[in-house]
């Protein structure tokens, strides 16, 4: 056997062994990321497109000056340097893409330059394609985060009558950040500009499960935020509220995952086992009840308690999935050849692993980087599961 073949990396064997070229190979990734990408360019307009733009020029131009460095820079293929790209572009908000400075003095295109810069040099560092056991888009995400916390929040979401062609920077200015009861699709329009601002509903979750949540009237109850502090849910599984640009509408991100099942280029058990996992640890983990005089009341079982039924405990779980990045994370980041194990009872393990880390994660860290930090934590035990449970031979 050639050396050429016994070194190919993940994505290229599989690739290989499913009798298609690398080229379509990852074209048909790109055609799923096509819906979470369209449904960002609709509700955030033309910054979203610029965004994404953006990064994949970024990450081009890397590619181009890294693949002149040493042996390793030889295994950067462009395909698969502008996947990862896309995937990052997509976990970022569509504000970035300005060159006007905001209201601290920050100009922020360059985030985008970076989160593409950066992304490269991982792959080059990790070997190429599908060298590394860690997956770069999580590494760059999470480097970008915590230098730029403040300027990935998204705060904007375009009106329905300015979609697709509309600024989502231009907001009122004396906007207060509120949560309007009514779904976006049938919210009163604000005359002379393209969006609105509103609360993010990451950052009202947080608040509310790390016990910092400021009781009015020196009384707050779950059905309390439900009702009165976040959007309705049909914003997050449709979209309608700010957000990233690929990751704000459920639908969407559902949709280009079930092309990628359809395909055959994921394996199924690993999205389903997350989300069922996350899903059931997150109706179980201790969460405030009430806060009363701004004190957090801690229940595990929050749905035993007389004033939460099970309607409200199902409804915040569902709040807690929609306003997160998890489904992108199952779907898109979590399946990546690179990362998930070989054979089938290793990668039942690992998806375990991702969905019992996701839920606190999300509760007590951050609802909008969560998913991020679980996943990156589960990838690293990915060598250990191919060890413990290796692949059989087949004679």
Do not use: C
């Not at 976006?184 to 499960?209: G, Q």
């Not at 949709?255 to 199924?268: A, S, T």
């Amino acid at each position: 056997m050639k050396r050429s073949a016994i070194l190919l990396p993940n994505p290229l064997r599989a690739a290989a062994h499913s009798g298609i070229t690398i080229t379509r190979y990852y074209a048909m990734h790109f055609l799923a990321a096509t819906f979470p990408f369209a449904a960002g360019v609709v509700l955030y307009g033309w910054r979203a497109a610029a965004a994404v733009g953006t990064v994949l020029l970024a990450a081009a131009g890397a590619v181009v000056i890294w693949r002149r460095v040493g042996t390793l820079g030889r295994q950067l293929r462009l395909p698969h340097a502008l996947w990862l790209a896309t995937l990052l572009a997509l976990m970022l908000p569509a504000h970035l893409a300005t060159l006007t400075a905001d209201e601290d003095g920050t100009i922020l295109w360059p985030i985008l330059v970076a989160g593409g810069v950066v992304l490269v040099m991982l792959l080059w560092m990790l070997g190429g394609l599908g060298a590394g056991r860690v997956h770069p888009v999580l590494v760059t995400y999470l480097f970008l985060s915590v230098l730029f916390s403040a300027d990935l929040v998204p705060q904007s979401v375009l009106q329905r009558d300015k979609l697709v062609l509309g600024d989502v920077l231009y907001t009122p200015q004396s906007q207060a950040l509120v949560a309007h009861p009514e779904p976006w699709a049938r919210r009163p329009l604000v005359d002379r500009y393209d969006a609105t601002s509103a609360p993010s509903a990451a950052h009202r979750l947080i608040a509310y499960t790390r016990g910092r949540m400021v009781a009015e009237r020196g009384l707050l109850r779950l059905q309390g935020l439900i009702s009165d502090q976040l959007p309705p849910l049909e914003d997050l599984v449709v979209g309608g509220q700010p957000g990233p640009i690929g990751t704000s509408s459920a639908v969407a991100v559902i949709v280009g995952g079930l092309f990628l099942l359809y395909r055959g280029l994921i394996d199924y058990r690993i999205p389903l086992i997350i989300v069922i996992t996350a899903y059931v640890l997150l109706l179980v983990l201790p969460i405030p009840a009430r806060f009363v005089e701004d004190w957090p009341q801690w229940r595990v079982f929050v749905m035993r308690e007389p004033d939460v039924d099970w309607a409200t405990a199902y409804t915040f779980v569902h709040y807690e999935l929609m306003a997160s990045p998890l489904l992108f994370t199952a779907l898109f980041l979590a399946t990546a050849p690179s990362i998930r194990p070989l054979t089938r009872r290793a990668r039942t393990v690992y998806a375990l692993l991702v969905g019992v880390l996701v839920a606190p994660a999300q509760l007590y860290v951050s609802v909008s980087v969560g998913p991020y930090l679980a996943l990156f934590a589960a990838s690293l035990l990915t060598p250990l599961l191919d060890r413990w449970m290796p692949p059989k031979p087949l004679v």
